[in-house]
């Protein structure tokens, strides 16, 4: 695959990286070809496994001690990075290839000061005096949006947002002037508004500085934004070349074609079926002997399992390897699989066949507070996470709940379950009081009726039990099973109706997939036969493929169980596709609340519209042309109008002073 041009600055040719392990010899990148251009934006996309991190570390020369690098050269600066030695490859790292690492707490010394950070990296590299190194890196803090900077030089890590860590990071990255940036996943764990900042901020340091950026990421929309050419990786392998619209608009690959119909957009409703990639990945300790997607596809041929497809040219700038652009396959149109892939959801009913709202709500939620105190004396702090909300939640819908991480959304979901006890307010439940003194006689049935997936399934399995002893646990505690046997069976069950298989049992969290993880949270909350779920970013990082299956899997056990869910994220394209309602939640204020069409289609607070426009799509012409709306909360006068949450439409309400309310009246 011929590539290369005059503007080539940094070359992959042929790269195999394998690693030792217990078990025998991963291959974790087998045969990757790249090329990255002079001011260019690469993004190499695919699920968790597929060698995109690997491969852009092993180019920093950052691989692990197990790390075997069999073949292949890394051409940059007319050098081959794999010959370099130690001390020549940390001349060149950070000061010519820099790079932005996925999780900012974990590239920060919790212990050292943020201008420490960045001076040490530019003295170490550059040579400078510390005042030289003070004066630019406050320049370099200020040019990617910190604020205050003399004041925040001086502080620590935790002291910072995660937004504002991630812009450190970036900053200690570019504070070198690098020619090359690699961003490794550097937005997966922020929220919408906060991403798109960051990618605007990436976006402009680029143009400014004429950068060259290599971009790993498995958010699609993420990829329409800030790439000009997309590479798919698969098991180790690139599976398909070419520019954002040759991708987006004409993959040619399965695979490709399959992650992007996998993603809910804005316009997808809930009736309709997410699209998931069947079965898994491939284990590649022993790597399959034809096409590694073939077992995936649907449209596999005889030769897709006996020998593995070279790299077709489809354009001067779009390659791909499957066989189903040989000449003698047949022809399969991207638009036309997407079509397919859209099936009405079986057993699907009409929202007002499913949810009476005549009924007294399952869930009543009344002046809700939680507040947490820190410090002590007069340096007592007082943050309040939850701040007088109330909603109501009725049986048989899903009640989306969306904002920005501390808004007060995971804190809300644990004080309804009571793992935290309220501050004040009343949460009812099927009319009966379960918040404060009045509902400690209902605490030990609360543990049955109402049950939580939470968002992260490693930090809350326990990792010495079999997932027998987790998803039993809620039996024995609620006295639902009178013997180990009958547990057992029942676990059983519970393991099928999630999707996995009687052997499952007895291994342990770790032997498991991120998605196996999640499906087991859901099988643990499920178990007891809650009537109310509250499911906590129970999908937030997963790929798109894992994230389609889970949000089915949900769909498919509410209609089948009759479940009421109450679905907290961030992410609002999310809970629009898998909502009835949604409510939005600002610094621990319900600001809006109303039917997920109405609200995507009529959003009024300022806030709303904000969030809404920071969603990335998976559209390259759309996300050229989006402008994000910044929401500035000064632009409310509520010292001489005091705000409230009004209805100003049928099931649609806004939270506001008089006059704001008045002006959204208007609107409508």
Known sequence: MKMKNEDTILE????????????????????????????????????????????????????????????????????????????????????????????????????????????????????????????????????????????????????????????????????????????????????????????????????????????????????????????????????????????????????????????????????????????????????????????????AMRIDLEEEPPMFKVSDTHYAATWLLHEDAPTIDFNSFKQKTLEKRKGFQDEEKRISKDERPLLEVKNLKQYFTSGFGKRKLVVKAVDDISFDIYKGEIFGLVGESGCGKTTTGRSIIRLYEPTDGEVYFKGNIISGKAGQKESRKLTQDISMIFQDPIASLNPRMTVREIIGEGLKINKLCKNEKEMAEMVYDILETVGLSKEHANRYPHEFSGGQRQRIGVARALIVNPELVIADEPVSALDVSIQAQVLNLLNKLKNELDLTIMFIAHDLSVVKYFSDRIGVMYYGKLVEVADSEELYRNPLHPYTKSLLSAIPIPDPDYERTRKHIDYDPSMHNYSKEKPEMVEVKKGHFVYGSSSEIKQYKKSL
Not at 167 to 183: M, N, Y
Not at 242 to 271: C, Q, W
Request: charge should be neutral; include cysteine; aromatic fraction near 6%.
């Open 12 to 299: 992959v040719k042929d790269l195999y990286v394998s690693f030792n392990t217990y078990s025998g010899k991963i291959h974790a990148v087998r045969g990757v070809d790249l090329n990255l251009k002079k001011g260019e934006t690469l993004a190499i996309v695919g699920e968790s496994g597929s060698g995109k991190s690997v491969t852009a570390r092993t180019i920093m020369g950052l691989s692990s001690k197990n790390a075997i690098i069999s073949k292949g050269e890394i051409i940059y600066g007319g050098k081959d990075l794999i010959k370099l030695n130690d001390k020549e490859m940390s001349n060149i790292r950070g000061s010519e290839i820099a790079m932005i690492f996925q999780d900012p707490m974990s590239s920060l010394d919790p212990v050292m000061k943020i201008g420490k950070q960045i001076t040490e990296t530019l003295r170490v590299k550059q040579k400078i005096s510390s005042a030289e190194a003070k004066d630019k890196a406050l320049k370099i803090m200020d040019a990617v949006g910190i604020d205050q900077v003399e004041r925040r030089y001086n502080q620590y890590p935790f002291q910072f947002s995660g937004g504002m860590r991630q812009r450190i990071v970036i900053a200690t990255a570019l504070s070198c002037d690098p020619e090359i940036l690699i961003c490794d996943e550097p937005t997966t764990a922020l929220d919408v508004t906060v991403q798109a900042r960051i990618l605007e901020l990436i976006k402009d340091i680029q143009k400014e500085r004429n950068l060259s950026v290599i971009f790993i990421t498995h958010d699609l929309g993420v990829v329409a934004n800030v790439a000009d050419r997309v590479a798919v990786m698969y098991a180790g392998k690139i599976v398909e070349q070419g520019t954002v619209n040759e991708i987006f608009k004409n993959p040619r690959h399965p695979y490709t074609m399959a992650l992007l119909s996998a993603m809910p957009d804005l316009e997808t409703d809930s009736s309709t079926e997410l699209y998931a990639i069947p079965g898994a990945p491939p284990n590649l300790l022993f790597p399959p002997k034809g096409d590694a997607f073939a077992p995936r596809n649907r449209f």
